[in-house]
């Protein structure tokens, strides 16, 4: 009687573990159906089901992709496609930061029990709405290619986080994918949004953080003066403008662009108070951009000599920063000294794949970068360098507020930058242009800059 009880036993506890077993994997079948399609070993789910994926559009409803009987197909408009390119993406899933490569599962309505068995009538394929304008997209891509840059450009509204312009050179046309040929650099990093994906070295566009430190550790660093003679020997090495700027303050320095200035300034903070503001100001740091990591902007100097700190405070040495990332540190001078976290995916219409898509920093403030009186410093600073040593009239109608770079890089031509803000109220755009080898930051991507910012303009004022 004992042995048949025991028996008895052990099969209802197998029988419960069994339904236990079961009932675990059903609810992870439901809960992550969308990761588990997402699984490159069930890229053959993906790649066939963007025939019937569901719509993308740009911020005025204008359609950027669609699938009609089988076909996938883009922008009517050419230099819409290659704008969106790197947002949208294309067929294959080589730019894997694309709408089309991250939410693939959600577009094609990937089914948890049938996945995607299901008759298209019954299939629940999302359509997603972005922030972008695509008229400002292909307004800084034709901007960009005529000049054949390669490089990054990106504008976001610094109120509301959402990024309105967003293009990344070289591209292509996603009805015809490129083949890489060796040896051939013309579509060299292709794949990447340089946006999202790429790090530059910063050049004098790092002043801004330089600036901001001492601002807040050197007590009257701001009405210092610095006779300027062009070059100067710090460290052993010497340390060169572009040209003799004579009796400066800070002001002058950050708009005549003065090396000599920064770089004595980050000898004087030192190592520890460099590395303090520059984390502070979102180096060493992860950010994101929906679903996608944003390429962490790097500032190291644990190993560095006086010469290479002097260095490192004007943006060069090995410092790195990522475009997006320095729009943010503009949005952050913008707003008081607190960036807004920058998104495009606005809505979907579906939530059945999506729930979980629109990420918590949707739009939100991220971490305080500076004190508020910092802030309105530097964009005193930024302002005066635009309005009376550029000339307001590289900005058509719009105030900004800005700062340009020419980073030397190890071949070649220097990198050009420029990033900043629009001052005017009802139009608050922060933004980041980045030239790889453009030479002078100003003339290279200043006008890119002003092509996408006047292009957002119309979108975000409607005028
Ligand atoms: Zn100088």
Redesign the pocket.
């Known amino acids: 009687m004992k042995k048949v009880l025991n028996r008895s036993l052990l099969t209802w506890f197998l029988a419960i573990a069994f339904f236990i077993g079961l009932g675990y994997f059903v609810v992870n079948l439901v809960i992550h159906s969308s990761e588990w399609a997402q699984k490159p070993m069930n890229a053959h789910l993906s790649v066939t089901g963007l025939a019937q994926a569901g719509d993308i559009y740009d911020r005025n409803g204008v359609l950027l992709a669609t699938s009609i009987d089988g076909e996938r197909y883009y922008s009517n408009d050419y230099s819409t496609r290659l704008a969106m390119l790197h947002t949208v993406g294309d067929d294959s899933v080589n730019i894997s930061t694309a709408l089309q490569s991250v939410y693939r599962t959600g577009l094609t309505g990937y089914n948890y029990i049938l996945g995607l068995g299901l008759p298209d009538s019954f299939r629940s394929s999302s359509d997603i709405n972005t922030t972008l304008d695509s008229a400002a997209c292909a307004a800084a891509y034709n901007a960009m290619s005529k000049n054949n840059y390669k490089g990054a450009c990106v504008v976001y509204n610094y109120k509301t986080g959402e990024v309105i312009c967003d293009v990344s050179t070289p591209s292509y046309d996603p009805y015809e994918p490129v083949t890489i040929k060796e040896g051939d650099h013309t579509y060299d990093g292709v794949y990447l949004d340089n946006v999202i994906s790429s790090t530059y070295p910063p050049g004098s566009t790092f002043k801004l953080v330089t600036a901001a430190a001492a601002l807040e550790t050197i007590e009257g660093s701001e009405n210092r003066l610095l006779y ?1 003679e ?1 070059s100067k020997i710090i460290g052993g090495e010497y340390v060169t ?1 572009v040209e ?2 004579g009796e400066i303050n800070m002001k002058d320095a950050m708009a ?1 662009s ?4 920064f770089a004595e300034l980050a000898v004087e903070l030192g190592p520890e108070k460099m590395t303090e503001y520059a984390e502070a100001m979102g180096f060493n740091k992860s950010f994101k951009l929906d679903a996608n990591d944003i390429a962490m902007s790097r500032f190291s100097v644990k190993d560095a000599d006086t010469a290479a700190l002097a260095w490192s405070g004007v943006g060069q040495y090995t410092d790195m920063a990522n475009p997006m990332h320095m729009a943010m540190i503009c949005s952050a001078i913008a707003n008081g000294g607190t960036p807004t976290e920058p998104y495009i995916l606005e809505s979907v219409n579906s939530l059945f794949n999506f729930k979980n898509i629109l990420t918590d920093t949707h739009g939100k403030n991220g971490t305080r970068m500076i004190k508020s009186s910092t802030a309105s410093k530097l964009g005193e600073m930024m302002r005066f360098t635009v309005s009376d040593y550029y000339g307001d009239s590289m900005f058509g109608d719009l105030h900004v507020a800005a700062k340009t770079g020419t980073a030397e890089v190890a071949n070649g031509e220097p990198d050009g930058w420029i990033v900043g803000y629009v001052t005017d109220e009802g139009c608050p755009l922060a933004f980041a242009v980045c030239i790889e080898h453009g030479g002078f930051g100003f003339s290279s991507a200043g006008p890119v800059a002003y092509a996408a910012l006047a292009a957002s303009a119309k979108a975000v004022r409607g005028y």
Do not use: A
Request: overall charge neutral; glycine content about 10%.
């Open positions: 300027c062009g403008c003799p700027h005549v003065c090396n000599i200035y």
